[in-house]
Nanobody, 123 residues
Framework: QVHLVESGGGLVQAGGSLRLSCVLSGGAFSSCGMGWFRQAPGKEREFVQAISRNGGNTYYANSVKGRFTISRDNAKNTVYLQMNSLKPEDTAVYYC????????????????WGQGTQVTVSS
């Protein structure tokens, strides 16, 4: 059974940085496209970034362009989200997800989800 566990969330001041990690167990990590999504209170879940199976291609939301970077280490079954220049509007629960069909910006195309990690950015 595939299991995803995120870590690295926390409280940070605006302009600061955080690095989220997500470890996949129980499945073939290198066969999955991986994505990060987030959901703020009272808002729908939104796509943040995605990365292809071998890490050669990435896709990002315009809202995080130039500030967030997704990467993966297939030897460690881990995907990362480096978040720089954080803004209060980045406050949300961040979820990683795995897609057997390859990376996508659509949540419905992901097969497995983590439990989420809270990121709070203070002004």
């Amino acid at each position: 059974q595939v299991h995803l566990v995120e870590s690295g969330g926390g409280l940070v001041q605006a302009g600061g940085s955080l690095r989220l990690s997500c470890v996949l167990s129980g499945g073939a990590f290198s066969s999955c496209g991986m994505g990060w999504f987030r959901q703020a209170p009272g808002k729908e879940r939104e796509f943040v970034q995605a990365i292809s199976r071998n890490g050669g291609n990435t896709y990002y939301a315009n809202s995080v362009k130039g500030r967030f970077t997704i990467s993966r280490d297939n030897a460690k079954n881990t995907v990362y989200l480096q978040m720089n220049s954080l803004k209060p509007e980045d406050t949300a629960v961040y979820y990683c997800a795995a897609a057997v069909g390859g990376m996508s910006s659509y949540g419905k195309e992901y097969d497995y989800w983590g439990q989420g990690t809270q990121v709070t950015v203070s002004s």
